[in-house]
């Protein structure tokens, strides 16, 4: 089954914080793997993606096929920070599957 | 990365009436693709649609339900048909990476309510 697993609704952090946002992912093939943010009244838009291995307003994700996972992670968390953030796996037939969200809240 | 035109962006509507979405790209791709994402759900894939041939419909999602256009490759549209309360969610459209060349873009989203 294809499936992709966010097991936090809400993740809550103080500024400075380091943070990490867990994906887990069940698919047959190679994974595509993305993370997607939502601010605030904005439209969702890509954050990074693994096969790039860069890093976007500090954020890195590692793809672990070992553990079918994909974190999202940032050292020094930021109140601009705070967003809804998505998981999500494209498959061979260019579909997104997108994991249930988790909302990060960075308090002062 | 491709900019995307979607309205309306919000609207309440009656039910058992229809309600249109309109999705315009300011670049030509191939697969366009319309989700779903109900209140406080996360976003579920109702159809691709392809320039030049009929939509792919996901599993739960019929095309008498929503019916999809693609006249070509910059514009795509989504009739919500026969509305009920349980239509009420926010419509997305998006568009295929590799056209655009880096990562999926969507629209802004069509807030719709059904009263």
């Known amino acids: 089954a294809q499936r992709v697993t966010q097991p936090e609704k809400l993740l809550s952090v103080f500024k400075g914080a380091p943070v990490e946002l867990k994906c887990n992912y069940s698919?047959?093939?190679?994974?595509?793997l993305f993370w997607y943010v939502q601010y605030s009244r904005q439209r969702l838009q890509l954050l990074l993606r693994?096969?790039s291995r860069e890093s976007i307003k500090g954020f890195t994700a590692d793809l672990n096929k070992g553990e079918t996972s994909f974190h999202l992670k940032k050292p020094f968390a930021q109140e601009e920070d705070s967003a809804m953030y998505y998981c999500?796996?494209?498959?061979?037939?260019?579909?997104?599957?997108f994991g249930t969200g988790t909302r990060l809240q960075v308090f002062p | 990365s491709a900019v995307i035109s979607q309205k309306p962006s919000r609207d309440i509507c009656q039910r058992g009436t229809s309600l249109t979405i309109q999705c315009q790209v300011d670049?030509?791709?191939?697969?366009m693709f319309w989700y779903r994402q109900q209140p406080g759900q996360s976003l579920t894939l109702i159809a691709t649609?392809?320039?030049?041939?009929?939509?792919?419909?996901e599993s739960g999602f019929v095309i008498d339900k929503f019916p999809i256009s693609r006249p070509n490759l910059t514009f795509s549209t989504l009739t919500v048909s026969n509305m009920s309360p349980e239509d009420s969610s926010i419509y997305l459209c998006?568009?295929?990476?590799?056209?655009?060349?880096?990562?999926?873009?969507f629209g802004s989203g069509t807030r719709l309510t059904v009263v």
């Open positions: 649609a392809n320039q030049g041939s009929e939509a792919t419909y």
């Open positions: 698919y047959s093939g190679s994974p595509e």
């Open positions: 999500a796996l494209q498959t061979n037939t260019d579909k997104l599957i």
């Open positions: 998006s568009v295929n990476p590799w056209d655009i060349g880096y990562g999926y873009t």
């Open positions: 693994h096969i």
């Open positions: 670049s030509q791709v191939t697969m």
